[in-house]
């Protein structure tokens, strides 16, 4: 076990002189006082509580219920997390790994966060200045704590119902730079009616439904912009599909734990 000194303030330090008195008195020396150790004579003593495994775990950055993003105009920003079953928010590292991956494709980009959750996928575009990122996200407690989160950090939101008719052709009314799109409706649902391109789009269901790569493969050339870029989620046990739609490759993959994330790549061919 090792001790650490811990300085206190002012204010309580009259207060451990004399419980360190006491314990002197008592006949006790620090060295037989478990969990109280001092500086030497010469200065005053310090008592520090130490347990058997005291500095072996780091502190939490956010709460269970919270997401942290981190990178962009809104960095170090926690937002929170709906307490919904099934809702696994992308952890920070996955996303600091995608979003080195991405780099300079957010920045003006139109996103689609078909199984948006926490929105942690999402809220992370918007603050590294993608140009729209439209949510779609089927439960209302989740939908509801994400539009929350949008209005905490001042982002432009439009919302939809879910049986809302998706503008086509040349109705098309692309939101404004930094605007949020939420639609309260499943990712099915929202890909038969959607005439949208979208630059990049995120593909991160709850692993119990396991519909990765049915939904990877319901991505029709109408639903992506030219050279579009895919991310996609999913369990390590979960195997890749042998053969991915002929206009898409995967060019990046890693894993974590007991997820593995990829980057998929949508060529005009």
């Known amino acids: ?9 002012s204010a309580i330090l009259g207060r451990a002189k004399t419980l360190f008195c006491r314990i002197v ?36 950055r956010h709460a269970p219920g919270q997401i942290r993003i981190i990178g962009g105009q809104w960095r170090a920003r926690k937002l929170n997390v709906a307490a919904v079953p099934g809702l696994r928010p992308t952890g920070d590292r996955v996303r600091e790994t995608l979003f080195n991956w991405l780099q300079a494709q957010v920045a003006g980009s139109h996103c689609l966060d078909l199984f948006a959750g926490s929105g942690a996928l999402g809220l992370e575009a918007l603050s590294r200045y993608a140009r729209s990122v439209t949510f779609v996200e089927p439960n209302v407690t989740a939908f509801r704590t994400l539009r929350e989160s ?7 939101v439009q919302d939809e ?14 939101p404004q730079p930094g605007i949020a799109r939420l639609i309260n409706t499943t990712a099915q649902q929202f890909l ?28 029709s050339p109408g639903h992506l912009a030219t050279d579009a870029l895919i991310y996609v989620e999913a369990p390590r046990r979960q195997s890749q599909p042998e053969q991915l739609p002929h206009t898409m490759r995967v060019i990046r993959e890693k894993e974590f734990g007991e997820v593995c994330v990829r980057l998929i790549r949508m060529s005009g061919a």
């Open 192 to 219: 038969a009616r959607n005439a949208q391109p979208y630059n990049i789009v995120f593909i991160d269901p709850p692993f119990d439904s396991a519909v990765q790569w049915e939904t990877l493969a319901a991505l």
């Open 25 to 60: 008195s008592a006949g006790h020396t620090p060295a037989r006082c478990a969990g109280i150790m001092c500086l030497p004579a010469t200065t005053h003593p310090i008592i520090v509580p130490m347990s058997s495994d005291s500095g072996r775990h780091t502190p939490q």
């Open 161 to 174: 119902i879910s049986n809302a008719l998706a503008p086509t052709g040349d109705d098309v009314d692309l």
């Open 150 to 156: 949008l209005n905490k950090v001042d982002c432009q």
């Open 1 to 9: 076990m090792q001790n650490r000194v811990l300085y206190l303030p």
